[in-house]
């Protein structure tokens, strides 16, 4: 397959007019691709990265990417594969999740060359004659027909009127910037066609629209950070390595398709040899080299590597562990943890006490009520993957 088919068929779900767009692509016609991203969080996950790695696609052929940093549209929360209200966020809410959103794309899309926008500068300036306008373009039905929001009228379950607000001030965005073609997760369809309805009532030709697969976590549920079954792409080299070899077994095609770019001939052959009885292992070693080299380059990921055999095959501590310094003093188990950054919340440190996730110096304590009094050098391992090696404070 050549470079632009692989581009309109790798992990695309849909693809609204392939024929249209294959026909710009094959010609001289530069286009502006439009993408946007709510920040509704902070950090970015390998699944939110799928799109910026499509959209670098065509960023390397010379089109111009257009980013939409949703600054007035996460304070609304896209309703898109949610069985409920999302919590309404504050503007500074939306201003601190943004802060390091732009240094972790930039892992991906060269941001020199990307128009990077922010939908606040004309939604707060609309008025609500704009808004009833917009709104004239959609009805209830079409609303009512997406499937979550059927399901949750089926269940009785609240669809708040703001939440049939989100595609048209999606849609609006396409109008704003004169999007060519819109990329979106699958989730993302509604949305992508309100920006194609909206442009043709504005007398703009409509967008071409690609939706992408989402991948799934860990746990297979869709990645998200509300499931906390993400790999972020600004995790510590070796905690992604860890994570990637964490999945479950048949997930491993769909994240070497989505989330590394090794040629679909190859994953064939890993899949035949999966099929054959092969060892699922090293094809997460594999992946899970691939998606560290994504992020990092290949001698990080190599490392990661080693750092894993060391740690978790032959069960040998990492060559570098981080240093607390800590005051000398009995420490109850559960506080200390907390303190050291180890878990969330006492709660989370008792929970994962009596589950047997709790080290000190290679000896399991499995007694939440402990209290202990630490010893220079002593290392404290919560689960597989976290360490921290105590020095006292004297």
């Known amino acids: 397959m050549d470079r632009i088919g692989e581009i309109l068929s790798r992990g695309v779900t849909e693809l609204i007019e392939r024929d249209n767009l294959e026909?710009?692509?094959?010609?001289?016609?530069?286009?502006?691709?439009?993408?946007?991203?709510?920040?509704?969080?902070?950090?970015?996950?390998?699944?939110?990265?799928?799109?910026?790695?499509?959209?670098?696609?065509?960023?390397?052929?010379?089109?111009?990417?257009?980013?939409?940093?949703?600054?007035?549209?996460?304070?609304?929360?896209?309703?898109?594969?949610?069985?409920?209200?999302?919590?309404?966020?504050?503007?500074?809410?939306?201003?601190?999740?943004?802060?390091?959103?732009?240094?972790?794309?930039?892992?991906?899309?060269?941001?020199?060359?990307?128009?990077?926008?922010?939908?606040?500068?004309?939604?707060?300036?609309?008025?609500?004659?704009?808004?009833?306008?917009?709104?004239?373009?959609?009805?209830?039905?079409?609303?009512?027909?997406?499937?979550?929001?059927?399901?949750?009228?089926?269940?009785?379950?609240?669809?708040?009127?703001?939440?049939?607000?989100y595609p048209l001030l999606q849609g609006y965005d396409s109008v704003v910037v004169k999007a060519d073609l819109e990329i979106g997760g699958n989730d993302q369809y509604f949305n992508l066609l309100a920006g194609r309805t909206l442009q043709k009532k504005f007398g703009q030709k409509a967008q071409d629209i690609m939706t992408l697969s989402l991948l799934t976590g860990d746990d297979g549920r869709k990645m998200s950070k509300s499931y906390n079954n993400c790999i972020f792409i600004d995790d510590p080299a070796d905690q992604m390595y860890g994570k990637a070899m964490a999945i479950d077994d048949k997930l491993i095609s769909q994240y070497l398709l989505l989330a590394?770019?090794?040629?679909?001939?190859?994953?064939?052959?890993?899949?035949?040899?999966?099929?054959?009885?092969?060892?699922?292992?090293?094809?997460?070693?594999?992946?899970?080299?691939?998606?560290?080299?994504?992020?990092?380059g290949e001698k990080t990921a190599l490392i990661a590597e080693e750092t894993f055999d060391r740690t978790f095959v032959r069960k040998e501590l990492p060559s570098e562990i981080d240093e607390a310094l800590i005051i000398d003093k009995n420490w109850p188990l559960a506080d200390l943890l907390e303190y050291l950054g180890l878990t969330k919340s006492k709660s989370e440190a008792r929970?994962?006490?009596?589950?047997?996730?709790?080290?000190?110096?290679?000896?399991?304590?499995?007694?939440?009520?402990a209290t202990i009094k630490p010893k220079d050098g002593v290392i404290i391992q919560v689960g597989k993957r976290k360490f921290k090696r105590l020095k006292i404070d004297k």
């Not at 917009?134 to 039905?141: I, L, P, Q, R, S």
């Not at 590394?260 to 094809?283: F, V, W, Y």
């Not at 709790?358 to 499995?366: E, L, P, S, T, Y």
Request: net charge positive; proline share 3%.
């Open 23 to 165: 026909k710009k692509l094959r010609g001289k016609e530069k286009l502006r691709v439009k993408y946007g991203i709510d920040p509704t969080g902070n950090k970015i996950h390998i699944g939110h990265a799928i799109p910026f790695w499509k959209l670098k696609e065509f960023q390397d052929l010379g089109h111009k990417i257009v980013l939409i940093l949703g600054d007035f549209t996460a304070r609304i929360g896209d309703p898109s594969d949610k069985m409920a209200e999302r919590k309404p966020l504050s503007e500074e809410e939306v201003k601190d999740n943004m802060e390091t959103y732009l240094d972790q794309i930039s892992k991906i899309l060269d941001l020199k060359k990307t128009e990077i926008r922010h939908n606040s500068d004309w939604h707060d300036k609309s008025t609500k004659s704009d808004l009833i306008t917009e709104a004239m373009n959609f009805t209830v039905n079409q609303m009512i027909q997406r499937d979550n929001f059927a399901e949750r009228f089926r269940l009785s379950k609240p669809i708040g009127l703001h939440e049939f607000l």
């Open 260 to 296: 590394t770019d090794i040629s679909t001939d190859k994953i064939k052959k890993i899949e035949k040899d999966l099929r054959s009885g092969a060892n699922p292992r090293n094809a997460k070693r594999e992946l899970a080299r691939e998606i560290v080299k994504r992020y990092y």
């Open 351 to 369: 929970r994962l006490i009596d589950q047997g996730g709790i080290k000190i110096d290679g000896a399991v304590i499995g007694d939440r009520e």
